[in-house]
């Protein structure tokens, strides 16, 4: 039977990241185990630093051990957590099993007498910890092992997965072999990370982070051309199976012109094609002849929200993109989201990122786009561009190699649905 926490997922959120950024393996629950030291020194013991956690009736206290319980005298940090505030006094030094001994000659400070249902603090240790009286009766009490988000051992799985990746999307060829690379156009309101996103596949493919296309905070946006962006594998030098297509962002009155989505979308723009809203768009513009062929269509629309402000869009924005869409799938193109700047949201750190999809906030982001704009759960996917880095990361470049994985089968749908008589 599994056995499961009190703690909510904010609350074991914020001891992890107070605590340097851990994760947690519940190893005992009094109330599941027993009430019992020598059980649960029998169930922790040898399973290095750990965390046990007190709860009574109104506050969370419990101490957090670096090292093994049966390892040498060392320091304890003994805390408070009241609603979304820890307060922390060290303790110690005195070999980690006397926290739970009753023995007075022994621990002075702290004690935690699991079959009395009793936490015991000295004055000292009540003053420093905020706390009105020298014991706090539980209800229950938890200990947990604490590991590295990030340890070696997940660093390595991470780096053999990015190989993976890098493989696959190199090995890459078109369904049908009916065009030699695949075009990703990438939309989204003004400052969602669409030029970022495309630095950040370079930089991975570069194997250095490194920015060509223009990022800036200009609330109108720095994409003012329609560019399309031919990628270089750093192994070989030779151009990889896709091409990502930028343009103006979109907002409520200026940015790109929705008259200009079914041009872009049948191939008539070339790179460098200057918007002009106030200009009229016949078919012929540029090199082309009016009648693009299919390696000039976009074959996957790639729509690009930030996780700070999708829940804010305006009617006005929400309402264009959703004219986009239906204008997207007037085109039978297939069509995706790209959810950016998760590691900004309040509590995720790198370390959440192996297992992003399973953080609350991002869940909720998840649910926002899901709800608000219509898009499929299962389009959504979160990725973390490098905009300060100054060296690549294998967690974030996992998350852009898996959904631009997910945008080239994307492509191979719309290939595969394309009429035969128009490929020709």
């Not at 340890?151 to 990015?162: P, Q, V, Y």
């Not at 060829?173 to 690379?181: A, D, E, N, R, S």
């Not at 970022?196 to 800036?216: E, P």
């Amino acid at each position: 039977m599994e056995v499961a926490t009190r703690l909510t997922w904010m609350q074991e959120k914020k001891l992890q990241n107070y605590f340097g950024e851990k994760q947690f393996s519940l190893l005992y629950k009094a109330s599941v185990h027993g009430f019992s030291t020598d059980r649960l020194l029998k169930i922790c013991s040898n399973q290095g630093p750990t965390l046990t956690v007190i709860y009574s009736e109104d506050q969370i206290v419990g101490a957090y051990m670096q090292k093994d319980y049966g390892e040498g005298n060392y320091l304890i940090a003994v805390f408070v957590f009241q609603e979304t505030t820890i307060t922390e006094c060290k303790v110690g030094p005195f070999k980690l099993p006397m926290l739970f001994d009753k023995n007075v000659y022994g621990n002075l400070e702290v004690s935690i007498h699991l079959k009395e249902k009793t936490m015991y603090f000295n004055k000292n240790a009540m003053e420093k910890l905020g706390l009105s009286q020298i014991y706090i009766s539980f209800q229950d009490c938890e200990v947990f092992r604490c590991e590295d988000l990030l340890d070696e051992r997940k660093m390595s799985g991470l780096t053999e997965l990015k190989e993976s990746l890098l493989c696959a999307i190199r090995n890459y060829i078109p369904y049908g072999g009916l065009v030699h690379k695949v075009r990703i156009l990438l939309l989204g309101p003004v400052g969602a990370g669409k030029s970022s996103f495309f630095n950040s596949v370079r930089s991975i493919f570069r194997g250095h982070v490194t920015n060509q296309a223009l990022v800036g905070s200009d609330p109108t946006g720095t994409s003012e051309k329609y560019r399309t962006y031919f990628i270089k594998d750093g192994k070989d030098n030779n151009t990889l199976p896709f091409i990502l297509c930028d343009t103006m962002g979109l907002s409520e009155k200026e940015g790109l012109d929705m008259d200009d989505i079914p041009y872009i979308l049948e191939g008539h723009f070339p790179d460098e094609y200057q918007f002009n809203s106030l200009k009229l768009r016949p078919k012929g513009i540029g090199n082309h002849t009016g009648c693009p062929l299919l390696k000039d269509r976009i074959h996957c629309v790639a729509f690009v929200f930030s996780a700070n402000s999708v829940g804010q869009l305006s009617h006005e924005m929400v309402e264009k993109i959703k004219r986009i869409r239906r204008e997207l799938i007037k085109s039978d193109v297939v069509h995706v989201v790209l959810l950016t700047h998760v590691d900004t949201l309040d509590l995720i750190t790198k370390g959440d990122l192996i297992d992003v999809y399973k953080c609350v906030p991002v869940k909720l982001q998840l649910e926002a786009v899901h709800r608000k704009l219509g898009f499929s759960l299962s389009d959504i996917f979160v990725v973390s561009n490098y905009t300060s880095e100054w060296e690549l990361e294998p967690v974030i470049d996992v998350l852009i190699l898996s959904a631009l994985k997910e945008m080239l089968r994307a492509a191979d749908d719309f290939l595969e649905n394309f009429p035969l008589e128009k490929t020709v």
